[in-house]
C-alpha cells in the first residue's frame, strides 16, 4: 500500500488528505491462514514535518479466519486507527532496535503500518456466532449442524456421569 507524498513535499507543514485501496489476499496470524476478504482501506491524512511523514488516519478491512470453536471461515470486520511516523530513510545503518518504519522518495509505504494495526484489532478468538457449539472433541462432528452418539455413548460407559448429568439437571430447574 503505498502513498505518493509528492504533494506533501511541495507543501511541507500542512495536512494532505489521502485515500488508499489494495487487495491483498493471504497471510498469516496467530499460526493460522488468514485472508484479506475485501480491499484493505485507508483513509486519512499526512503532513511532511521537517523529513518525517506524520500519518493519521483509519484503516479497515475484512479479515477471514476460522472459527475458534467449529473451525468455519469466519468474516470479521476490522477497524483501526493508524497514528504512525516514517523517517526518511538516509543510508545510514540501523541499530537493530531502531524499529521505526521508513520511505524514500515521494513513497511511503503504508503496508507494515496498516497491516499491524490491523492484526491488533482482531479479536484474540474469532468465534462464527456467540453460540458456536463448536466440533464434538471425540469424533470431530460440526455440532452446529448435528448431533453424534459420543454423548450418549459415553454416558452409557459410566453410568454415574449420566447421573450426574441428571443431577446437574435437577439442580437448574
Ligand atoms: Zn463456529
Ligand atoms: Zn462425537
Redesign the pocket.
Known amino acids: 500500500m503505498k502513498l505518493d507524498i509528492t504533494k506533501g513535499i511541495q507543501r511541507k507543514g500542512s495536512q494532505v488528505a489521502c485515500d488508499l485501496a489494495e487487495s491483498w489476499g493471504e497471510d498469516r496470524w496467530n499460526g493460522d491462514v488468514i485472508r484479506f476478504a475485501s480491499p484493505v482501506t485507508f483513509s486519512g491524512s499526512y503532513l511532511l514535518a521537517d523529513e518525517t511523514v506524520v500519518l493519521r488516519g483509519v484503516a479497515r478491512a475484512q479479515i477471514e479466519s476460522r472459527?475458534a470453536?467449529?473451525l468455519?471461515p469466519t468474516l470479521t470486520t476490522v477497524c483501526a486507527e493508524v497514528d504512525e511516523a516514517f523517517e526518511r530513510d538516509t543510508g545510514e545503518a540501523r541499530s537493530p532496535e531502531d524499529d521505526a518504519y521508513v520511505y524514500s522518495g515521494h513513497t511511503v509505504d503504508l503496508t507494515d503500518a496498516v497491516r499491524t494495526a490491523l492484526l491488533l484489532e482482531m479479536p484474540s478468538r474469532v468465534?462464527?456466532?456467540e453460540d458456536?457449539r463448536?466440533l464434538c472433541p471425540r469424533c470431530g462432528q460440526d455440532l452446529?449442524v448435528a448431533d453424534c452418539s459420543c454423548r450418549r455413548e459415553r454416558d452409557r460407559e459410566n453410568p454415574f456421569s449420566a447421573l450426574a448429568s441428571l443431577l446437574n439437571e435437577d439442580e437448574e430447574v
Do not use: S, T
Open positions: 472459527c470453536r467449529c468455519r468465534l462464527c456466532r458456536c463448536g452446529n
